[in-house]
């Protein structure tokens, strides 16, 4: 199972060949905050709404390999619904998500590619490029999985 969850959708990322630089967006401060601050590194984003139950069933393992992984990758998630700040906010500290939320409204396009359904996850390369794409849910080890032979 772990080797095929990227396969079917590389095609709608690699087409694209969107950058991460140049992609602000508010955090739960109202804080904006730059993907390229992340450049250097192996970059998770993950689309995702508080309404999403795939997106819950999704969150431990997005925790786990944000915390845990052996690639040195970090983890960004962008709740993509209209919520107030103050709601995503506590929602965020009460699922004690550790890494950083940013916030949009739902749009067709993104500067990373189109997110057609949540969650959709995108792997951004050091270099700042994505060169990859999941609709669905995405693991730990999936993630290591991929980033480790992209490396090797």
Not at 1 to 11: E, Q, V
Request: charged fraction near 20%; hydrophobic fraction near 40%.
């Amino acid at each position: 199972m772990g080797k095929w969850i990227f396969s079917t959708f590389l095609l709608l990322v690699l087409a694209t060949e969107a950058r991460a630089v140049d992609y602000e967006l508010p955090d739960i401060n109202g804080q904006l905050q730059s993907l390229d601050q992340y450049k250097g590194k192996w970059l998770i984003v993950n689309y995702w709404a508080t309404w999403c139950g795939t997106c819950m069933k999704e969150l431990p393992e997005l925790i786990d390999f944000h915390e845990n992984n052996d690639v040195d990758a970090v983890v960004v998630g962008i709740n993509f619904e209209a919520i107030e700040p103050k709601d995503l906010k506590e929602f965020v500290n009460t699922k004690t998500i550790p890494y950083p939320v940013l916030s949009t409204l739902p749009v067709k396009n993104t500067p990373l590619g189109s997110v057609p359904a949540l969650p959709t996850t995108y792997i951004i390369d050091p270099e700042g490029k994505v060169v990859a794409g999941e609709i669905g849910i995405v693991t730990r080890e999936n993630l290591e999985s991929y980033i480790s032979q992209k490396k090797g």
